[in-house]
């Protein structure tokens, strides 16, 4: 089995900054793609960036440039630092991971249990 553990969410100004980290740990073989999602009360979960083996990012259009997604394969480990925070974007932050578990076993998804952002003054 499989544990992502997010960490660094919490309480923070109009236009302040936090960084998230998600720590997987577990049977890992090897990472592939990991990300991170949010959803927002009454609104569907959303991709906020992801990043591959190899450190490509992938951002969301309407985040671009205020939000970098990093990776730690030592540490197998993703953050997201999110600057110039804004109300919309108070949301639960999911971490996702793509995980083999061994080289005879093909790439399993998991999650994390969430870490609360919110952007209040």
């Known amino acids: 089995q499989v544990q992502l553990v997010e960490s660094g969410g919490g309480l923070v100004q109009p236009g302040g900054s936090l960084r998230l980290s998600c720590a997987a740990s577990?049977?890992?073989?090897?990472?592939?793609?990991m990300g991170w999602y949010r959803q927002a009360p009454g609104k569907q979960r959303e991709l906020v960036a992801a990043i591959t083996h190899a450190g490509s990012p992938n951002y969301a259009d309407s985040l671009k440039g205020r939000f970098t997604i990093s990776r730690d394969n030592a540490k197998n480990t993703v953050y997201l630092q999110m600057n110039s925070l804004e109300p919309e974007d108070t949301a639960v932050y999911y971490c996702n991971a793509a995980v083999r578990e061994s080289a005879y076993r093909p790439y399993v998804d998991y999650w994390g249990q969430g870490t609360q952002v919110t952007v209040s003054s």
């Open positions: 577990g049977s890992i073989f090897i990472i592939g793609a």
